[in-house]
């Protein structure tokens, strides 16, 4: 099966940096991915990386460790809006989700 | 990308009663799967929804209690059947258009409350 830990919460200043982790274990690994999830809405996709190293995508990266089984969604110049739950996933015949890291944005 | 549509939004059930949520895409997808997430919980995989055959559960899921249709490309039901107060959640139809690798489209999920 798969397993995944992330942190179950953070609380930041707005401008602040957030890393969020995520370690995984699991069987056939294709990828890692993260979803953003507002109160009451859909998830949402952010990033995948299916290679070791960092993506970016705009005040958001996502780093993966292929070897280390670990990766990380870092979130630059916080703003409320940043204010979610965020989970890591890991993908192999399907995509199973970490229990999710619920960030609070403060002002 | 992909627009998902689902129904109801939300409903209030009685116990021993059934359910049926319909998912409605916006373009034709191979890979249509249903989650269930409970309130502050993280997002498990019930089934894969395959067209032209049986839907594909994932353990601790029945397909006695929770049977899915998937009749063609662009439309899948899930039925959550002879409910009961567990059953309460958010269900979720997702969709990947690029392989299970890529993004996962999310419907706005089905809120499902058992009296």
């Known amino acids: 099966g798969q397993s995944l830990e992330q942190p179950s919460e953070v609380t930041a200043v707005e401008g602040a940096i957030v890393q969020i982790n995520c370690t995984y274990q699991?069987?056939?690994?294709?990828?890692l991915s993260w979803y953003q999830q507002h109160d009451g809405g859909a998830p949402t996709f952010l990033s995948y990386n299916a290679l070791d190293g960092l993506e970016e995508t705009g005040r958001f990266s996502s780093f993966l460790s292929r070897s280390d089984s670990y990766g990380y969604l870092l979130l630059q110049e916080l703003q409320m809006k940043d204010s979610a739950s965020y989970f890591c996933?890991?993908?192999?015949?399907?995509?199973?989700f970490g229990a999710g890291t619920t960030v609070t944005v403060r002002a | 990308s992909a627009v998902i549509s689902q129904k109801p939004s939300r409903d209030i059930c009685q116990r021993g009663t059934s359910l049926t949520i319909q998912c409605q895409v916006d373009?034709?997808?191979?890979?249509m799967f249903w989650y269930r997430q409970q309130p502050g919980q993280s997002l498990t995989l019930i089934a894969t929804a395959n067209q032209g055959s049986e839907a594909t559960y994932e353990s601790g899921f029945v397909i006695d209690k929770f049977p899915i249709s998937r009749p063609n490309l662009t439309f899948s039901t899930l039925t959550v059947s002879n409910m009961s107060p567990e059953d309460s959640s958010i269900y979720l139809c997702s969709v990947a258009l690029a392989g299970v690798g890529g993004e996962l489209f999310f419907g706005e999920g089905s809120r499902l409350t058992v009296l």
């Open positions: 996933a890991v993908s192999n015949y399907k995509l199973s």
């Open positions: 699991t069987s056939g690994f294709y990828g």
């Open positions: 373009s034709q997808v191979t890979m």
